[in-house]
């Protein structure tokens, strides 16, 4: 059973950027893929940026130009970088992996941008 602690949320104001980490309880080298997913109440949950095993990535339309997901093999992480926050970026900020061919989800991290 596969781990994800998603931490760096918080409160930051329009135009400001946060970096959220999410640590793997094991290596992350197999994993196929992980990324980040976000859900704003009452909205579906979408998503925000992937980075596949071999390091090609694919970003929501949403976020692009704005946000940039990393890995690093050697710390079981993966990040996304946010930039130029927005109020509409507002939401549960969730971590996923994939793992042959199961889903693994983080507890979440709320992600508020006050305008």
């Known amino acids: 059973q596969v781990q994800l602690v998603e931490s760096g949320g918080g409160l930051v104001q329009a135009g400001g950027s946060l970096r959220l980490s999410c640590v793997a309880s094991?290596?992350?080298?197999?994993?196929?893929?992980m990324g980040w997913y976000r859900q704003a109440p009452g909205k579906r949950r979408e998503l925000v940026a992937v980075?596949?095993?071999?390091?090609?990535?694919n970003y929501g339309d949403s976020v692009k130009g704005r946000v940039t997901i990393s890995r690093d093999n050697a710390k079981n992480t993966v990040s996304l970088q946010m930039n130029s926050l927005k109020p509409e970026d507002t939401a549960v900020y969730y971590c996923k992996a994939v793992v042959w061919g199961y889903d693994y989800w983080g507890q979440g991290t709320q992600v508020t941008v006050s305008s």
């Open positions: 094991e290596s992350i080298n197999s994993f196929n893929g």
């Open positions: 980075i596949a095993r071999g390091g090609s990535t």
